[in-house]
């Protein structure tokens, strides 16, 4: 993909927790610099994250191979002798390690790192990964799992530390587009997709809104499964056990985006002197405490957005100066917890509103922010539902819990990509083994489909 115009930009640090003192605690991929940080929280909690990092490393190299290939779908003959294997490889993991590894499958997040550490300055940098995205507080059992997750795939310890795209997130799908093309596909957009046909018990293509029919010997569907089985199938052409799985699967999303033009670099309270020093390479959290995250999850249970909201920031122009005009920046606002049904109201009618507030808050961290801003979106789950197609708001296309994971992401069939409908195929996030801008789905899915046409 690199030589279609792909390249990814490292950041380090790539978090920047910052505290209502004017404290900041920066992570990134240098262990050593790591411990340095969190000394000045707690020498015990510094000491402890090398190890931690190393157990967590384990665990993911455990998983690993259950993520980044195909599994035996729940009903197919292999799917007894899958976990078979799987239970017997978990038993020969040092005690300590399978002791850990049953708690991040099935534990709380807050539980697990409370074995680790004291100090909440480390604890919700590294809880952040286990409930982005989630609808589940840090002391909810199941939340552990997505820390050990986004371990998977990288080289550091501890924590991933993500970086960025030159020219935007949309510089992966133009390098996969050009790549496609250069290999003979055709790629179409502004071409949604009404009805995938069935014809003889067999997916035959797919009939565009406009009417149009393409046919085709192999379908394979990227958008979740409450789209791909509910809304593009006849009811007929699934079977109704199917139908049921997919109309009962979770999709509840919990997360908003902002984009804010700015018209300057902003202030980061704790941080002296100007220009763009190495603390703007990172995210900036806010989520200061354990309790600040349970109290704004308790919000949106109860249906109202989170007064006090999980907020990270971003700013890609710092290090790539494209993507905005000179002098000005583009900022990434990711919050959470915003629930998709609200109690009361509309958010059509309330995200303006709470737009604002979400400025209120970060004010408190980036002062002057608000009066930076020369141009804004908020983009709520409604929103992200209606633009992306992400079904209930949900950015994993379905919760990413153990009853919803492995043998049990995907549903029946041969495989976790395979579907009761012959000829069609999973290949997105709702698929085996589930979300991340981390292409392993897809992966996966066209090494099954790949395998079958072969077969063939």
């Known amino acids: 993909l690199a ?8 950041r380090n640090p790539s978090v920047v927790a910052l505290f209502p003192d004017g404290r900041h605690l920066m992570l990134g991929g240098d262990e050593a610099a790591c411990v340095e940080q969190i000394a000045q929280f ?36 292999g799917a007894d002798a899958a976990l078979r294997a799987a ?50 507080s840090p002391s909810m ?8 997750y986004h371990m998977t795939g990288v080289t550091e310890v501890g924590r991933p530390a993500w970086g960025q795209v030159r020219g935007g997130m949309g510089g992966i799908t ?17 071409a949604p997709v009404a009805r995938i046909l069935v014809r003889d ?6 009939v565009l809104e406009s009417g149009e029919e393409i046919a085709a010997g192999t379908v394979v569907s990227a958008a979740d499964p409450y789209t791909t089985f509910v809304r593009l199938l006849e009811p007929g052409d699934l079977p109704a056990r199917a139908r049921r799985a997919a109309e009962n699967r979770r999709f509840t999303g919990v997360a908003m985006k902002m984009h804010l033009a700015l018209d300057r670099l902003p202030e980061v309270a704790g941080f002296d002197g100007t220009g763009a020093g190495p603390q703007y390479h990172g995210t900036f959290l806010i989520a200061p405490t354990m309790e600040y995250l349970e109290e704004a999850y308790a919000d949106a249970k109860a249906g109202r957005p989170a007064r006090s909201p999980h907020i990270e920031c971003t700013l890609p122009s710092v290090l790539d100066p494209t993507v905005a005009p000179e002098g000005r920046h583009l900022m990434g606002v990711y919050l959470q ?23 209120e808050c970060i004010e408190q961290y980036l002062p002057g922010i608000t ?13 992200l539902e209606r633009r992306l197609g992400l079904t209930g708001g949900d950015l994993y296309h379905g919760a990413m819990t153990l009853d919803q994971l492995f043998l049990l992401r995907s549903g029946s069939g041969p495989s976790s990509h395979h579907t009761p409908v012959p000829g069609l195929f999973l290949a997105g996030s709702g698929a085996h083994p589930g979300g991340g801008v981390f292409g392993v789905p897809g992966r996966n899915g066209a090494r099954t489909v790949l395998g079958e046409v072969g077969a063939g």
């Open 141 to 148: 059992p199941g939340s552990a799992f997505l820390m050990l």
């Open 174 to 190: 133009a390098a996969l587009a050009s790549c496609a093309r250069a290999a003979g596909a055709t790629v179409r957009t502004a």
């Open 201 to 206: 018990g067999r997916a035959a293509g797919v």
């Open 337 to 359: 917890y915003a629930p998709y049904q609200l109690a009361e109201g509309s958010w059509d009618e309330v995200k303006e509103a709470y737009g604002d507030r979400v400025l």
């Open 87 to 136: 239970l017997t490889r978990a038993l020969e993991l040092p005690e300590g390690d399978l002791v850990q590894l049953v708690e991040l499958l099935a534990g709380s997040a807050a539980g697990f790192l409370d074995r680790w550490f004291s100090s909440d300055a480390i604890k919700v940098p590294l809880v952040i990964d286990g409930i982005t995205g989630v609808d589940a």
């Open 371 to 383: 009066a930076s801003v020369v141009g804004r979106e908020v983009l709520t789950p409604v929103d």
């Open 3 to 10: 030589a279609h115009g792909l390249e990814f930009l490292p």
């Open 42 to 77: 707690s020498a015990k909690d510094a000491a402890a994250y090398p190890a931690y990092g190393r157990t967590m490393r384990r665990l993911a190299d455990f998983v690993e191979p259950y993520l980044m290939n195909p599994l035996p779908g729940l009903d197919s003959a």
